[in-house]
Nanobody, 121 residues
């Protein structure tokens, strides 16, 4: 049984940092594309970043501020978020994709339950 568990969310001031984690069991993350998405009330699930065998990819608004990485030993993907903005406030989810179109939620077969990130002064 595949299980993804996100952690690391919280309340932070603008300009602050958080590091999210996505721990997996039931599969080996290095064999898949792993992505981070986020959702705010009333909006669609929004692609944030992904990591796969060929490298990493980011949405434009987080490029240079967020870094996605994989720890093979811990079978965990991380999302380091720096210089956070109020517009980054959302529920963040990680997912494992079974298809190549990794910017689309439809490509993902497994999801965690999410971790809340709130950026506010």
């Amino acid at each position: 049984q595949v299980r993804l568990v996100e952690a690391g969310g919280g309340l932070v001031q603008p300009g602050g940092s958080l590091k999210l984690s996505c721990a997996a069991s039931g599969l080996t993350l290095s064999s898949y594309t792993v992505g981070w998405f986020r959702r705010t009330p009333g909006k669609e699930l929004e692609y944030v970043a992904a990591i796969r065998w060929s490298g990493t990819n980011y949405r434009e608004s987080v490029e240079g501020r967020f870094t996605i990485s994989l720890d093979n030993g811990e079978n965990t993907v991380y999302l380091q978020m720096n210089n956070l903005r109020t517009e980054d406030t959302a529920l963040y989810y990680c997912g494992v994709a079974g298809h190549d179109n990794f910017v689309s939620p439809g490509a993902y077969d497994y999801w965690g339950r999410g971790t809340q990130v709130t950026v506010s002064s």
